[in-house]
């Protein structure tokens, strides 16, 4: 069996598979702490250049309608996959996103920047190789 969509867009991998995900199904789905409570969805990832592999998670939280919304880069490597949940789930609660790196809608974060990333490395005790 083959993973593709074959719906008549040029056989456009859009399937998952055990271990593999197209990343606009990512986008969108929801993230929860281990208590089951819904902290926010994935709203983009962040993709390192040179090795290919997801760095950040950059998750949408609180706001109504998509106003007030604030983004929160997650490291990729807190996040796991919960099936029985159809989402990822995370060792946070919503206390410890009130004091986590975020940026709101409008504004930039300055990813070119390695203290950047490094202060959100640091936020949540994650260790990623230099590049």
Do not use: C
């Amino acid at each position: 069996m083959t993973d593709y969509d074959a719906s008549g867009t040029g056989g456009v991998a859009t399937n998952e598979t055990g271990a593999l995900i197209a990343a606009s199904k990512v986008e969108g789905t929801n993230v929860y702490n281990r208590q089951g409570e819904s902290l926010g969805s994935v709203y983009d990832v962040m993709l390192d250049k040179r090795s290919g592999k997801v760095a950040y998670a950059v998750m949408s939280f609180g706001g109504f309608l998509g106003m007030g919304e604030s983004y929160h880069p997650l490291p990729w490597s807190i996040l796991e996959y919960d099936e029985s949940q159809g989402g990822y789930i995370v060792d946070l609660n919503k206390d410890d996103l009130e004091g986590a790196p975020s940026y709101d809608d409008g504004t930039n974060p300055d990813w070119s920047n390695p203290e950047y990333s490094r202060g959100i490395d640091d936020y949540y005790g994650v260790r990623r190789p230099m590049l």
